[in-house]
């Protein structure tokens, strides 16, 4: 098959990009405003995955983070298996604040649901909207957050008809402040321990989706295992909190985190100084996205350079620290893997079981 | 012409409301997932506007809302006239947030951006994109909030094509914890301050644009005062957290507030006691919603029961503040009136000049 690439998909970040960089100097702009609080924001979270507001005896730590299209992939299988998938789409929902909001040390405390849908109707399909419902619950209990309250909003004529565009906003705190995580601890002789992905999670939707209309049997298609390609692709995001809730009673504050979101393993290199991320080992790659690289024609490039490819989460600590965080990340229910280190050297991540290097100029997340 | 109620208008509540009441029962049962990180839940918060969590020496309030689809009308508006309107769109979905979270006592800190188009050509209109970020940042810094971030995801196939999704969530804290304002001290004797609003705000919005589809120049209608309908509607809303810090300063500490957004002045009777709230003095109409009102064929009690009929926002104060208040919010720039008084008596909501009464059964916004 011929290759498809991310502006085939439908999404070209030379579009989005510019007016993101005009809302981040505007954005960075207001920050004095805090003064009239007796409040000051913490600069070194501006272009990190989660806002932090210095209070004084705490830090307070907020973010909102949508799906994206994944809903997609639920709405088209459930029309080949009758399940409807969505406890599965709102724990990725909350995934996508909750493994944010973590990266920079806060406890998870409440999240809000924004659920717009593309008119009353949406509400209407009792067992869809009860999935809808229970999954986001469960994923709030996992996290041992509290679902504060939300939106639900109709809005044709916005939303297209018959879907719904999702999105969790998160806020935390960070408590004692030695938790903050924003990177000045990060160095040479750290480790990288990676935590597991379940699947896809959702980022590189896209990319399946174009791949799914292409296919003669689309979502219906069989991965060598059995597996449905759209029940694969729904496996539901890995929540992390278990796990740096986990680190903190056991002492461990990581020097850094990343969560490996759109641009994969470049999103390794995220943090503002130079180093260079040198990897060892490699976790085993989820089924769906060895079918979902190769179906695509994606060579080991393009698929880390854009896909999870099996590490959903990196935690960067202290080397003496490293086996065991992956122990404790273990205990709370995730695999890990002591997979690199962190060396003085040019802005790079190195995978080296496959002789790929990705440059600075490959990520572009600052303005 | 003929009427145009709600169903119409494509919102209807009876089929969105099911979904809310077991979604408000989930969040409820996840409040004890607090007590792991040795906080609790204010469970009076529940219902209220904002949601709000004890965190010993203070309160956190959260909350996330959406526009709406009021940014149809700045689209269809631009059609005509060559302007954006989204910076005042900007300052809508803004108001949106932060007039509910300070409802609570919260003091603003921090907003996050939900902004999802249909498509990543969206943002690559210069203007429009420019007049957003302006409009955001304006509004940030008269509500003297930190914009900490936000989302631009491109949702094609989510989002309608060459629209936009808005939301804005905000974080708040209640500092001094004597500032929380969730009903207690509500009682008979407390005088209503009722502030101004600009025009629709940001609800009854699909009622204005099945109006427009009806208008034989649709936005472009004047109204007597010569301006353009379109327009008109477009007036952005007014951000009430100026007037409730001035407040705080001046040391008046409201009994209760109302935003009064859908279901208009049935909204005033939203605390969960049974208390008559009768008004003898009602605030000028806006343009806009005489006309809208005369237009759809509304009477008083549709306009009254949907629109924000020139009052934004109610205060709920002691008697002897009230006059106090009013001057308070005048200085802080917003127009105020010394308009009601809470009484004994069964839940409803009196208008004397209008010889009209809402009651309880008009009402059902909590599980």
């Known amino acids: 098959m011929s290759k498809i690439d991310y502006k085939q998909a439908g999404v070209d970040y030379s579009k989005i990009d510019p007016l993101k960089i005009l809302a981040q100097q505007a954005a960075a702009a207001t920050a004095g405003n805090l003064a009239r609080h007796g409040l000051h924001e913490v600069a070194a979270s501006r272009g990190e995955s989660a806002y932090v507001v210095d209070c004084g005896e705490f830090y307070l730590a907020s973010i909102t983070e949508c799906l994206g299209t994944k809903a997609l992939v639920a709405d088209a299988t459930r029309a080949l298996t009758g399940r409807t998938y969505y406890g599965q789409i709102a724990q990725d929902t909350i995934a996508m604040a909750i493994n944010d909001i973590v990266t920079v040390g806060a406890t998870p405390v409440s999240v809000h649901a924004y659920w717009a849908a593309g008119g009353s109707e949406w509400f209407h399909d009792a067992q869809r909207a009860k999935d809808l419902v229970d999954g986001w619950r469960a994923a709030c209990d996992a996290c041992g957050v509290a679902w504060g309250g939300g939106e639900t909003p109709a809005l044709a004529g916005v939303v297209a008809n018959d879907r719904i565009d999702l999105a ?5 705190l960070v408590r004692p402040k030695s938790r903050l995580t924003l990177g000045d601890r990060l160095g040479p002789g750290d480790a990288i321990v990676l935590l597991a992905s379940s699947g896809i999670h959702a980022n590189g939707v896209s990319l399946a989706r174009k791949l799914a ?4 049997a689309g979502y219906g298609t069989k991965l060598p295992s059995g597996a449905l390609f759209g ?4 496996a539901p995001t890995v929540l992390y909190s278990p796990v740096t809730e986990a680190l903190a009673a056991a002492g461990i504050v990581p020097h ?4 490996i979101t759109g641009h994969g393993w470049r999103k390794v290199m995220r943090h503002g100084n130079a180093f260079t991320y040198r990897f060892h080992t490699l976790p085993p790659v989820p089924e769906v996205l060895t079918f979902l ?7 080991d490039r393009a698929a880390y350079g854009n896909l999870n490819m099996g590490a959903g989460f990196a935690l960067f600590v202290a080397a003496a620290d490293a086996e065991r965080t992956a122990m404790v ?3 709370a229910g995730v695999r890990a893997f002591v997979a690199g280190v962190v ?10 079981p496959l002789r790929l290097t990705f440059g600075a100029d490959d990520l572009h997340v600052r303005a």
Chains 1, 2 share one sequence.
């Open 168 to 172: 969790a906003s998160c806020v935390g």
């Open 213 to 216: 209309e292409r296919l003669p």
């Open 231 to 234: 029940e694969a692709l729904l």
């Open 256 to 259: 850094y985190c990343a969560n």
């Open 293 to 299: 690289a190769r179906e695509t024609g994606s060579d």
């Open 329 to 331: 990340a273990e205990r």
């Open 343 to 352: 060396e003085a050297g040019p802005k790079q991540v190195v995978l080296e």
